[in-house]
Structure formats: C-alpha cells, structure tokens
Nanobody, 125 residues
Framework: QVQLVESGGGLVQAGGSLRLSCAAS????????MGWFRQAPGKEREFVAA????????YYVASVKGRFTISRDNAKNTVYLQMSSLKPEDTAVYSC??????????????????WGQGTQVTVSS
C-alpha cells in the first residue's frame, strides 16, 4: 500500500514557476513508477509526466515538454514536478500517481494503482 500526498500548488502569474512535491509512504516507493496528471474544470484527467523507478527514463506530454521537469528522490520517498514558463492553460488540479510497473512509464490512468488527492495550480494571465 502506498499513500501519496501532494504539495506546492498555488496561484502564480503567467511566465512564473512552481515546484510540486509528492511525498509517498511505504518502503517500496523506490520500485514504483510515478506519474503526474492534471484535471482542469470540465475536462478529463490528462497525463502530464512520468518517471520510472530509478529516474532513468522520463516522458512528457507535448504541451509541457521543455517547460516541466519530473524528478524523484528515492531516499526521501518524493517525486517532484518543476513547472516553469507557466501558462493559463496549465491551470488544473495536479495529482501524482504510482504504479507497481516501475520499469515502464505509462500515460494511462488505469495503469496507476495509487493516487494522491491533488493540489490546485492556478495560473493568472
């Protein structure tokens, strides 16, 4: 069982930066693949970024590539999402998720077994 708690969301002006954190409980965090997803009002949940268990492979949705960076610190049981050059269209609730398939990244919500509650990111124009 893995419990995930996100933090770091808030209100930022367009062009600004935020760093989201996702703290995980459990001794097996280092074996899990991790992902970030977001959901804007009235829209479906969207994949943002993923990272495999050792951080060796990352993957991003095209709309954030070059602006967002996913990373992890297995010693701290934490995964991060550094967001830069934020745009109003990045406004959403951001959630982290964990999958036992740690060696592969996935963009599909159904591949992730554990989810956090989410943190709100609002980008003003």
């Amino acid at each position: 069982q893995v419990q995930l708690v996100e933090s770091g969301g808030g209100l930022v002006q367009a062009g600004g930066s935020l760093r989201l954190s996702c703290a995980a409980s459990g001794r097996t965090f280092s074996s899990y693949g991790m992902g970030w997803f977001r959901q804007a009002p009235g829209k479906e949940r969207e994949f943002v970024a993923a990272i495999i268990w050792n951080g060796g492979t990352t993957y991003y949705v095209a709309s954030v590539k070059g602006r967002f960076t996913i990373s992890r610190d297995n010693a701290k049981n934490t995964v991060y999402l550094q967001m830069s050059s934020l745009k109003p269209e990045d406004t959403a609730v951001y959630s982290c998720a964990a999958t036992r398939s740690g060696s592969y990244y996935s963009t599909r919500t159904r591949d992730y077994e554990y989810w956090g509650q989410g943190t709100q990111v609002t980008v003003s124009s």
